[in-house]
């Protein structure tokens, strides 16, 4: 397995849309299995293949508790097929915008149908933590993140910081 490296914020990468998985094969389970390992080296909770540079719409997670066994899970085009209506607030953070986090409002409960690393057609129903992750790493799928829900001002400060910080990690240019 692979720890890869996260695509960070501002990269415009994190602004595309993932592609429909063709298949699944060994090929996509051992990147599954590189996800996994970046994402719980991070460590986080959730990452979104576009958040390691590959633009497909696959995600991992595991909300497992540090006191309970790992409880890793792969979702291959997710789709979310049912919301509901009650709200859930949560305060998010995320693997491209590190150390910044923000409370989101999002749909309590959701239904995602999606395929598993043995090709099978799967439906979860999800709420809490879960539900709220789901979402989080689908929205990466659609180009979204999670300080997009945020007010612009808040937002625009976010995404400055950022660039800023990019911009400082670039080495000088030298003249002449």
């Known amino acids: ?9 501002p990269d415009p990468l994190l ?3 993932s592609k429909p998985v063709e298949r699944v094969d060994d090929d996509l389970r051992k990147f599954a299995d590189d ?7 991070a460590p986080g909770i959730g990452l979104a293949a576009i958040q390691v540079g590959e633009p497909l ?19 291959i085009n ?23 986090y923000a409370e989101v409002e999002r749909p309590a409960r959701v239904t995602v149908k999606y395929i598993d690393l043995e090709g099978k057609e799967r439906l979860v129903e999800a709420d809490g933590i ?18 997009d829900y945020l007010s612009k001002l808040k937002r625009d400060m976010v995404v400055r910081k950022f660039k800023k910080l990019a911009k400082d990690r670039q ?6």
């Open 78 to 100: 997710p789709e979310i097929v049912s919301r509901s209506d009650e709200p859930n607030v949560h305060e998010e953070g995320c693997l491209s915008i590190p150390d910044y």
């Open 130 to 147: 879960l539900a709220t992750c789901l979402q989080h790493e689908i929205d990466h799928l659609n180009g979204v993140l999670f300080i």
């Open 15 to 17: 602004r595309q849309v």
């Open 1 to 9: 397995m692979t720890i890869r490296p996260l695509v960070i914020l």
């Open 57 to 75: 719409r696959m995600l991992v997670l595991d909300v497992s508790e540090k006191d309970e066994p790992k409880n890793p899970q792969v979702f």
């Open 35 to 41: 996800m996994l390992e970046t994402m719980y080296d």
């Open 171 to 176: 080495p000088a240019r030298m003249v002449g």
